[in-house]
């Protein structure tokens, strides 16, 4: 029996019916998620900025000009650590999407740090859903490189026609249940066949 129908949806999890549709919202995580990826981010930066400084201190002392390149790389980091921290916090506190199966298509919503984006296909254009696993933290994204660091992490993969594969919500922090109560929620509504966790 499907997973779907035996389980009630994970607590993050909103589901909405309507006339002919169904609607799954997922809430943000929330910064707990989170903590221990920023907390990464900060001691790398830390330990940066301390080997920058004590190159620019050493050549002082020995008389050598340590040059504009420090300077440069500091205003580097600061701005890259700045952006992933907030970028991290702000998707674990506030990004969201929605999954809506209509009686002839699917529609998928994001927000989150940059903005919002949707995708849509025909319900025929679907061939398989599945939840996978995410192996290493930059599969998550170049923005938030770090956040999949201390969790295992998980995305739904969307196969549709012509054999074209997509993997979505992968700034949402998923887990093993979630993401496998919404792929087996949403293979049972297109039906589909029951597909388990890839790795």
Known sequence: MSVALTQMAPPRIQVDRGEGFVTRTIWPAGLRHVRGAILIVLCLYACFMFLTIYYAVQSLEQSRNPGEIW???LI??????TLTVLGTGYQASAGK???TVGPSDVIIRFSGFFGSSSVH????EITDISARVQHSAYEVGPRFMFVGALRRM???SFMTVPNFRMRLLDTLFLNRDEATWLA???RRELELPKRDVER
Do not use: Q
């Open 184 to 186: 087996d929620a949403l």
């Open 76 to 81: 580097f980091m600061t701005a890259l650590t």
């Open 97 to 99: 999407s929605s999954i």
């Open 154 to 156: 998980y995305v739904l």
């Open 121 to 124: 296909w025909l319900r025929d």
């Open 71 to 73: 300077i440069i790389g």
